[in-house]
């Protein structure tokens, strides 16, 4: 069903935060930016009532007769489960378009607004991922139904950075005051991107741990210093780990890499070990958005600190979250 809902976003539009219920209803989630300590609160009480929803009876049907399309342009396993399973465990129908979009009218020649428009026949809501930057934002200027930015090239990746601080609340009890350490890929990682601005919200202190080539570009790591953010950079996990709170490790991405030498150079730059980990403090904990690629080894599996799973499942009851607002049902 359309739905009848205020113009579609253009860039003044998106600085327009989102603050009620009602204030997410039909609308499009393409950027952190568009979201308060306000309405993150408010996502994050929704989502825990997902939580126990899930427990306690497993599914509801607050969105059945509503349909979903995933449009995945790159390959996904844990975000496009994610939504599917959210959409599912809400009772509503999932269009699971995250293969094959090579072998599609993709490949004939049709455009990403001509996509949408097809797709918006059949769905109630368009989760998006592809490869170029700033693309979700045109997907939107075109739909008539909410989309959902499920990561545009080494832009942004809102969703993720919203499971990403709902855990952080769940695991430590509070996001104000924590140290926060980002280790990798910092110059391509959209996760990080998009995790900073909504960490910049609050109270924290940021170290950044990356090589040299993968720093975080010098016009986000300003914005997070405009914004009062303490920020501390190294090379080394082992100059930070009994510090902080978070360890929140990326893989290093070979398919953002022109030149497959400077891959080769630092794709095992870092390693968390068991051994490390004993430097950590007792009350602090790991997280990764998956895949991994060898930067966490599998012992570490089993340190209670180790989050990154417990990470994955806050991603269905946030994406749970998420639709059930959007399409105006929380």
Aim: overall charge negative; charged content about 25%.
């Amino acid at each position: 069903m359309e739905i009848d809902r205020p113009r579609l976003f253009d860039l003044e539009a998106l600085k327009r935060p989102l603050i009620q219920a009602n204030d997410f209803y039909g609308q499009d989630i393409l950027s952190v930016s568009q979201f308060t300590r306000q309405s993150l609160a408010y996502i994050f009480d929704v989502a825990e009532e997902m939580r126990e929803l899930v427990e306690r009876v497993g599914s509801a049907d607050l969105l059945r007769g509503y349909v979903l399309a995933c449009l995945f342009y790159e390959p996904s396993t844990r975000t496009s489960s994610s939504f599917i399973a959210a959409m599912a465990r809400l009772g509503g129908g999932v269009i699971p378009i995250t293969q094959g979009v090579q072998y599609s009218s993709v490949s004939k020649g049709e455009s990403l607004p001509d996509t949408v428009r097809t797709l918006e026949q059949y769905a109630d809501a368009i989760v998006l991922r592809h490869p170029e930057v700033g693309s979700a934002k045109i997907a939107a200027d075109y739909a008539r139904v909410p989309v959902i930015n499920a990561g545009d090239g080494a832009g942004e990746h809102p969703t993720q950075a919203l499971l990403d601080l709902f855990t952080l609340r769940e695991e430590l009890g509070h996001i104000d005051g924590l140290r926060v350490a980002m280790v990798g890929d910092l110059k391509y990682g959209r996760t990080v991107h998009s995790l900073a601005k909504l960490l910049s919200m609050y109270d924290v202190e940021i170290y950044l741990v990356s090589p040299e080539i993968l720093r975080l570009p010098l016009d986000q790591a300003n914005e997070l210093r405009d914004k009062g953010i303490p920020i501390r950079e190294t090379y080394h996990v082992a100059d930070v780990i009994s510090t902080v709170d978070v360890l929140y490790v990326t893989r290093v991405q070979r398919e953002r890499f022109a030149d497959l030498s400077q891959y080769e150079e630092v794709r095992d730059f870092y390693e968390i070990t068991p051994e490390l980990m004993k430097q950590a403090k007792g009350e602090m904990i790991v997280m990764h958005p998956l895949p991994r690629a060898g930067e966490i080894h599998y012992a570490v599996d089993d340190d209670p600190r180790a989050a990154y799973f417990r990470q994955m499942r806050n991603g269905m009851y946030i994406r749970m979250a998420l639709l059930a607002a959007v399409l105006g049902k929380a």
